[in-house]
């Protein structure tokens, strides 16, 4: 890992987040990875919101907050000053899913697509969190949220998870990678990896929310091991476009995980809804699929 100093933490305790909150813990590990040569470029979001309250601020490092839509392009010109001036800062984007997958979707294709320097990270807590819970392409099929509210016409969002992955993958970047916070070592392997591959990178971080998921602050890292057992989430590495490595689990049901979670509360109360709980299980098990995640029985 980056060189650090014992017991002296970049990303500082003290700021406005919820107990358990998955994404403070992102940016607490992010920071032990990159070390102090790191300039970081936030959008709008929950972090900006709970780590720098003016005049206050958790961030050790540089820390530069634009608009919602426009931290890969802010980046971008960073990158290129950096460079003319010959200064070796790391630069990194991070931004939640809302900034991620909608709002800066067109200044991220414009970074990538000119190659910039720059590690882009998505804490992915799977909604627009911040500002009500909203629905973001990140939401997970049938999650109820505050714009796709579950009832008796409806059963949540009905729309799939976006594949940013896949989208960056295909503007050519070098380095494309998932992560959880439930995995901290391997999270901040692959921050290091991205940082030390010449050219744009993307990592995408899964940061349970246990405010707009619904489930206690102390089982956020039980969550996130739930999304990768059952075939939710899969953690892997894509260099050059290619998926390179897995992360190989024994799967769980997917309603293992569902039915610790509010906002999946609808499919099990007043009573199940086996139909749609079938539709997500046949989500997980192209994941599993697609990915190669799981590990064979022995005969």
């Not at 990159?34 to 780590?51: L, R």
């Not at 959880?180 to 899964?206: R, W």
Request: glycine content about 10%; proline content about 5%; some cysteine.
């Amino acid at each position: 890992m980056a060189e650090h100093v014992a017991g002296c933490e970049l990303f500082e305790s003290g700021h406005r987040a919820c107990g358990g909150c998955g994404p403070a813990l992102a940016a607490r590990l992010l920071l032990n990875a990159t070390g102090e040569n790191a300039i970081v470029v936030a959008s709008t979001g929950c972090m900006e919101v709970f780590s720098t309250p003016y005049p206050e601020t958790a961030w050790k490092v540089p820390w530069i907050h634009s608009l919602f839509e426009n931290a890969a392009a802010v980046a971008s010109g960073i990158e290129a000053s950096l460079k003319r001036q010959g200064r070796s800062e790391k630069v990194l984007c991070v931004c939640g899913d809302g900034a991620t997958f909608d709002i800066g979707v067109l200044c991220i294709s414009g970074a990538f697509e000119r190659g910039h320097d720059i590690t882009y990270i998505c804490y992915d807590n799977e909604a627009y969190m911040n500002t009500g819970i909203q629905r973001s392409g990140a939401t997970p099929y049938d999650a109820s949220t505050t714009t796709s509210p579950a009832g008796a016409c409806s059963t949540g969002n009905q729309r799939p998870k976006k594949d940013m992955p896949a989208i960056l993958a295909a503007h050519g970047a070098p380095y494309v990678a998932t992560a959880s916070i439930s995995y901290p070592q391997d999270f901040m392997k692959k921050v290091e990896k991205a940082l030390n591959t010449p050219g744009p990178c993307y990592i995408q971080v899964h940061a349970p929310c246990c405010t707009g998921w619904g489930f206690e602050a102390g089982e956020t890292l039980n969550i996130g091991k739930l999304a990768i057992e059952t075939g939710m989430w899969v953690n892997f590495e894509m260099e050059n476009g290619e998926v390179t490595k897995v992360k190989k689990v024994k799967r769980k049901p997917v309603e293992e995980y569902l039915s610790r979670q509010k906002r999946f509360r609808h499919l099990f109360k007043p009573q199940r809804r086996d139909a749609e709980i079938a539709k997500i299980q046949a989500i997980a098990d192209r994941n599993a699929e697609k990915y190669g995640i799981d590990i064979k029985k022995k005969e």
